[in-house]
Nanobody
C-alpha cells in the first residue's frame, strides 16, 4: 500500500514563508502526477498546484506567483514553497499522487492516494 506523508505546516505571520514536503512510500510502485490541495474552514477543497512526472506545473490563480511546486523523482517527494503568505491561505493542505504498481504500470492503470493533511495557519 502506497502512503503519503506531509510535513512542514505550522503557524506563520502574513508575508512569511513555509515549505511543505510530501513523501511517498511503499513497494514496487511508480508515481505519475503529484499535487497539493487545500481546504479552508467553511470552504470546499480546492486545487493549489500540480506537477507531472515530466515537470509540467499548474497553479491556482490565487497562488500563482507566490507558490512553487517541485519534485524529486528519486526520492518520490513533492514540495510546495509558499511565499508572501496571506490570511486567506490558512487551510489544511493535502498531498495527492497518482501511481501504478507492477503490471498495472504496463497496462497504464493508475490509482490515487491522499496524505493525511498538514495545517497551515497564517496570522495577521
Amino acid at each position: 500500500q502506497v502512503q503519503l506523508e506531509e510535513s512542514g505546516g505550522g503557524l506563520v505571520q502574513a508575508g512569511g514563508s513555509l515549505r511543505l514536503s510530501c513523501a511517498a512510500s511503499g513497494n514496487a510502485f511508480s508515481i505519475n502526477a503529484m499535487g497539493w490541495y487545500r481546504q479552508a474552514p467553511g470552504k470546499q477543497r480546492e486545487l493549489v498546484a500540480t506537477i507531472t512526472s515530466g515537470g509540467s506545473t499548474n497553479y491556482a490563480d490565487s497562488v500563482k506567483g507566490r507558490f512553487t511546486i517541485s519534485r524529486d523523482n528519486a526520492k518520490n517527494t513533492v514540495f510546495l514553497q509558499m511565499n508572501s503568505l496571506e490570511s486567506e491561505d490558512t487551510a489544511v493542505y493535502y498531498c495527492n499522487a497518482d501511481y501504478c504498481v507492477r503490471f498495472g504500470c504496463l497496462a497504464d492503470r493508475y490509482r490515487e492516494v491522499w496524505g493525511q493533511g498538514t495545517l497551515v495557519t497564517v496570522s495577521s
